[in-house]
T-cell receptor, first 116, second 111 residues
């Protein structure tokens, strides 16, 4: 089954304790992204990657790191989490659709992170 | 001003109604446009891409007006299962993956 998986789905942690949220896709997609979703603010892009070893900042990259060492995986790293990073996080992967130059994104189920 | 703005909602409509969602974007260099739906804090799912010529998929019709930087979504004959939040999404860069999401408009279809 084609899918994007994220782990963990739920995480409660304390300020300053490094954590990693994993993301994996089995669709051989080149493009992957991380988003956070907050009430009233919608989804905001944190980082994205166009291919292995190619990453770019999105709109809210501060406090996050990513790496893309393999095509299928795109982990999100919080080196020193703070309470303002409490949010719902989504990973997504994209295939370039041939017609119309449009990209359909497939999203993972989300990771709900609470930093106390 | 947000880069992508949508009707604030929520929209509460009876089954069978026609409902229209509006979206405007401020970045004139934006290249690709989409409507996604999101059910109650689940992952967003693509509803349809939006093309310059307009496109239709069953009860759903999307329109794009590049000159006015305006996108619309029309849902005809609303079903209970259409209840969700509808997200307008714009890709700033046709060679990358630099997406901006609107805040979403929530739709409740009532029996």
């Amino acid at each position: 089954e084609a899918q994007v998986t994220q782990n963990p789905r739920y995480l409660i942690t304390v300020t300053g304790k490094k954590l990693t949220v994993t993301c994996s896709q089995n669709m051989n997609h080149e493009y992957m992204s991380w988003y956070r979703q907050d009430p009233g603010l919608g989804l905001r892009q944190i980082y994205y990657s166009m291919n292995v070893e190619v990453t770019d900042k999105g709109d809210v990259p501060e406090g996050y790191k990513v790496s893309r060492k393999e095509k299928r995986n795109f982990p999100l790293i919080l080196e020193s989490p703070s309470p303002n990073q409490t949010s719902l996080y989504f990973c997504a992967s994209s295939l370039r659709v041939r017609t119309g130059d449009s990209y359909e994104q497939y999203f993972g189920p989300g990771t709900r992170l609470t930093v106390t | 001003r947000k880069e992508v703005e949508q009707d604030p909602g929520p929209f509460n409509v009876p089954e069978g109604a026609t409902v229209a969602f509006n979206c405007t974007y401020s970045n004139s260099a934006s290249q690709s446009f989409f409507w996604y739906r999101q059910d109650c804090r689940k992952e967003p799912k693509l509803l349809m891409s939006v093309y310059s010529s307009g496109n239709e998929d069953g009860r759903f019709t999307a329109q794009l007006n590049r000159a006015s930087q305006y996108i619309s979504l029309l849902i005809r004959d609303s079903k209970l299962s259409d209840s969700a939040t509808y997200l307008c999404v714009v890709n700033r860069d046709n060679y990358g993956q630099n997406f901006v999401f609107g805040p979403g408009t929530r739709l409740s279809v009532l029996p």
